[in-house]
């Protein structure tokens, strides 16, 4: 079953006079299920297309149906019922609330889903990130690894049908990264959740089902590892 299907995406920019085009007719479909690597140069689109793939920004053209849902016919509204119900997120730069600890942040998206376990399910998800005993530190207690840590707990908090990832170990140090990786994929299975992730390192990418290659806003090439 197509859990994301990506047809004639095209995204530019007004800069001015000129006219920059990010990405340009992308056709993308992926299964749930799948692990999947984005690659490319850097300022190839990458990015670019993982956020409208999670709803994060709508396309100039073409159209993306996520979960059964086309996004381009969702107000901003409905778009982010969908990241609520759906879609979990990693980003590169953490964007944990520096005002809340470790444990608050994972039980933010459970408390948007007014779920009201939200204190154990997010100390659970703590334990398995082995983050248990940080929990009541704040995202300036924690080093760069732990807070990976825990935007990986909180991505899974919802238990999302598709994880997209943002370079998520580009910041952190070999031993951490590895890490991370394997919390990745040992929840990506454990969940049966489809993984999309962006990333330069090609021994990540290898561990994917999947890779997807992107340069000039353009599919290079679509291969099953």
């Given amino acids: 079953m197509s859990i994301i299907r990506i047809q004639e995406v095209s995204k530019t920019y007004q800069t001015g006079s000129k006219k920059l085009t990010v990405l340009d007719q992308v056709n993308i479909e992926i299964?749930?299920?799948?692990?999947?690597?984005?690659?490319?140069?850097?300022?190839?689109?990458?990015t670019t297309l993982l956020g409208l793939c999670a709803g994060l920004d709508s396309s100039s053209t073409g159209t993306i149906e996520l979960n059964g849902k086309r996004l381009d016919l969702l107000s901003e509204d409905e778009r982010a019922s969908v990241r609520s119900e759906s879609v979990g997120f990693i980003?590169?730069?953490?964007q944990l609330l520096p005002t809340l600890t470790a444990l608050e942040n994972v039980?933010?998206?459970l408390e948007l889903k007014k779920r009201k376990d939200a204190r154990v399910?997010?100390?659970e998800l703590l334990k398995q990130v082995g983050l248990a005993d940080r929990a009541t530190h704040y995202p300036t207690?924690?080093?760069g690894g732990e807070q990976q840590r825990v935007s990986i707990a909180r991505a899974f908090a919802n238990e999302p049908a598709i994880l997209f990832a943002d370079e998520p170990t580009g910041n952190l140090d070999t031993e951490t990264g590895e890490l991370i990786e394997q919390l990745i994929f040992d929840l990506n299975r454990e969940k049966g959740t489809t993984l999309v992730l962006v990333t330069h390192d090609v021994e990540?990418?290898?561990?994917?089902?999947?890779?997807i290659s992107i340069k000039g806003g353009k599919i290079q090439e679509d291969r099953y590892v």
């Fill in 141 to 143: 207690q924690l080093s």
């Fill in 31 to 46: 299964q749930a299920g799948e692990s999947i690597a984005i690659v490319g140069p850097s300022g190839s689109g990458k």
């Fill in 91 to 94: 980003f590169q730069n953490f």
């Fill in 121 to 123: 399910k997010a100390m």
């Fill in 107 to 109: 039980m933010v998206p």
């Fill in 204 to 211: 990540l990418a290898q561990k994917t089902d999947r890779i």
